[in-house]
């Protein structure tokens, strides 16, 4: 019996017993006197609860260690010399090829007669166990079927159980949150602990020198793994975002705000609102077809040479990308001013651009500075931009219309393409994700901190 | 110096006023500047989508043949395709069938084309400018009329017209996204090539034809004009699914139970901290803890939607739930107090009155965070989702890749000129894809929104 039919099985119990929960309910309270604690429908829900949790539980269990189990009876049956004589690889090998024959598939040359026998043994097991694992379930639902259905009595609370079932799954999931972060935290630091096994970490953090060289040079020929230059490009990029995203998002936030009319607000804040649900890709190849040659344009008119991908272009790209985000964030901030505030300022005489100067804007500063905090580790965590139109190029220099490599282009150039975990050269990526996370994290946690002070200022 | 009152009145009217033409001459400059910003912000608008659309807009139209095939006798010299047998092992069958695609494979297709292409031009093809005539048809197309032979065996004999690709070169050539003035050095097309592109455009067998190559086929290297999406949106699909299937049922419980039954305590606390966090962490952490976990420790396959699916489930569950929450958090209490106050449990309060009232709210959130996922391309770099696939993903098991990758991928083909325009459509399609989740978003917000 396959599994799918074991769950359909499993289903049509848990169908049943529903049912039956409810016909019995319906009984127990005939009597005119007799009060169920719970509706009907309650009643039938927990029987069917009793009937399929402790079933699937077990299914879940057996898919998980089966395939194990049957390969290790197998194993134990092949001729002992012949296990003996052969490697890991071997042996992983000769299991393929003795499943492929246990299945029907067949393999070529039709198998050798240890081979097939093995193969009839498989097959003789996992018949075996598919049957076995299908009694036992089927036996396991119905005992909890019968079980609860004798359980019900007009004292049974049965809404309270359920209840109770449906609060610990949501809270389950709730859990799966704080499981994503300690599987990130947990991964990354594992596998960074592993990288620093071969470089030291003060040549990683302090090195000024980014040259990993192939993994297949061999260990004997490890590059340097210097982060600074990485650490510098991409503070250059990020800054050069901010500088395009802050004053035109702030601006535009505050003629939103301020200035525009409900017409102009209706039209113009959705279509930049846009811009920040385009994909990423979509703009490092903006910056690609349109920033970059624009901007080399630029400079043969004015007789310098700038290169297509640059920190510069990169940059304007990521700029643009984060205007939405700045303007939506300033926006809510500057409208949460209080109004008395304003008031105050414009009875005293003074114009609408004197109160948004000197006290609007001051009142909202530490809520636009978080905004400009959370701006920033987007720019810095940010990855399709910059993998497409930096340029790559892992040296400290100060000149922005150079290439530059970042943090998140180097994860990606170290990673791609080579999944072998064993090696500096793609380790190196986790141990610049763990340098990531701690950055972006830490400016989170900072902006977070400004912002909620910064409510509770006028709450 | 004495003044008089009438002069002091006087002296201060005239500073005021200069100050005042001053602090207005500021206000409007500043009003100025806020307008010149929003009108930046719709101009980058405007610039991203006209670069975007003009770009790949002519790519859905590609040079296409028209041409006469005659599938000869003489040329294709097959026995009929085995059939399994009964008592026979898959194995075996396999092998005779591997035996008679190879007798196909090894029949001359592309003479066919030759053939048929010297017929249009009407002129006798030196075998030393096979290679100018070859370079006119996609190499792909070979194999294309080798499957439509295979499809139906009774076209043998027949002459039949076929619509094939051309090159790329020569798409490039036709659109005119080559300098025609080249020296031929620099020309992808030789002479003889153009001149033949001449001929056929004349007799009307190349023209401009809707590309559904770009639809329906996978990505291909060796044949560049055929390269197409299907994969990628196959693989896109799938992911989705899954990150249907996980994040909206995971994301909306842990909403409702962080918002409507955790107890206020230190790890309820906890959880809410962290899921702001992991909301702003970078999308490229999952994809390193998609690789390291997914597929370095549970060993899931590499490049399978599956693994990319999970990975999008934990990046968009974050977007989810505080959408959800916040949902949730705009019904206001008097329902709630309502329900508990006719006697219902808290968790009938919750399912029964607080959960549709929130649908709407939790529904647009949910649409937007698959959206956000469907865009998101450097996660999906690091678990090999970037690896070439030639075929279209029967299962979330299988090697694949995703729409934004295979812009990725294109993007940095060597032939700039034919893949630009690609990509650019390429990227039209994902846009449209993204933009109508949006705007069933807008519509489903506009159309159940209440205000309390």
Redesign the interface.
Known sequence: MSNLALIAMLLMLMALAYHLGLTRSRAVASHRDVRLHSRPGYYGTLVALWCGLPAFALFLLWSLFAAQLVDTLVVQQLPVDLVASLSDRELQTLMRRIAALAD?????GGGSPEELAAAAHMARLETIGQLSLAAVTAVVAVVGLVFARRRISPHWQA??HV?RV??I???A??????F??I??VL??L??ALRFFSFIHPADFFFGTVWNPRFSSAGAGAQGQFGLLPLLWGTLMVSVIALLVAI??????A???A???SPW?RSV?KP??E??A??????Y???A???IGPFLSMLGDLVGINIRTTSAMTAGIAMG?MI??FV?SLSDDIITQVPKSLRDGALGLGA????T??QVVLPAALPGIVGAFL?AA??A?????IV??AAGNNPVLHANPFEAVSTI?VT??NQ???D?D?ASPQSLV??AL?LT??VI??GL??IA?VVVRKYRQQYE | MTLSIEQRREHRLTTIEKSLAR??R??N???R??????L???T??T??FA??LT?GIPAFWQATLYTEIHFDPEVIDLPPAPVREAGE????FNERHTQWMTQVGLVNWQSLIDASLERALGEEVEPRQLRDLRALVASGERYALRDRFIADPSLLGDTVTIKMLAGADVDVWVKGNIDRDLPDARQQLSPQSRAWIDVLQDEDVLRQSFSTALFVNTDSRSSLASAGLAGAFMGSLFMMLVVIALSV???V??????EE??PKNRLTD??E??????A???????G??G???F???LGLP?SAPLVGGLVLT?MT??TI?IATRASLRSIPPSIRQAALGIGA???QTVFHHVLPLALPGILTGSILGV??A?????PL??I?M?AFVANVPGTPLEQSTAL?VQ??LW?GNELRNFF?AR??AA?IV??GL??SL?ALAIWLRKKFETRW
Do not use: C, D, W
Request: charged share 10%.
């Open positions: 029907g598939r067949g393999v070529a809404r309270n209840e449906i609060t799954a949501l809270g999931s709730s859990a799966i949150a704080i994503t972060t599987g990130i991964s990354m594992g596998e004053p035109v998002g702030l601006m535009t505050i003629y939103m301020e200035y525009a102009l113009a279509i930049i846009i811009l649900g385009i994909p990423t890709i979509v490092g190849f903006f690609l077809t349109v643009i205007i939405p303007s114009t609408k651009s004197e948004i100067r959370l580790s987007r810095i965590g940010e990855t399709m993998v497409l998140t994860i990606v990673l791609t393409g999944m975990f990526a986790f994700g990531l996370f972006t994290l989170n946690v977070l | 602090r207005h500021k206000e400059g500043f009003r500047l806020g307008l010149a910003a929003v930046a912000g719709l980058l608008v610039i991203l670069s975007i770009k092992t898959p194995y075996a049922p995971i994301g419980s842990s909403a409702i139970y962080l039954f955790a906890l959880i901290i962290n899921i702001n966090n992991l702003a962490v970078p999308s490229i952490v999952f390193l803890l690789a390291s976990i597929i370095g420790y590499i934990l569950l974050p739930i449990s808290r968790v959206a956000q469907l865009g998101e391309t450097a770099l690091l090999g970037n934004p812009i990725y993007q630009e990509t650019s990227i994902l846009l993204m933009l949006n």
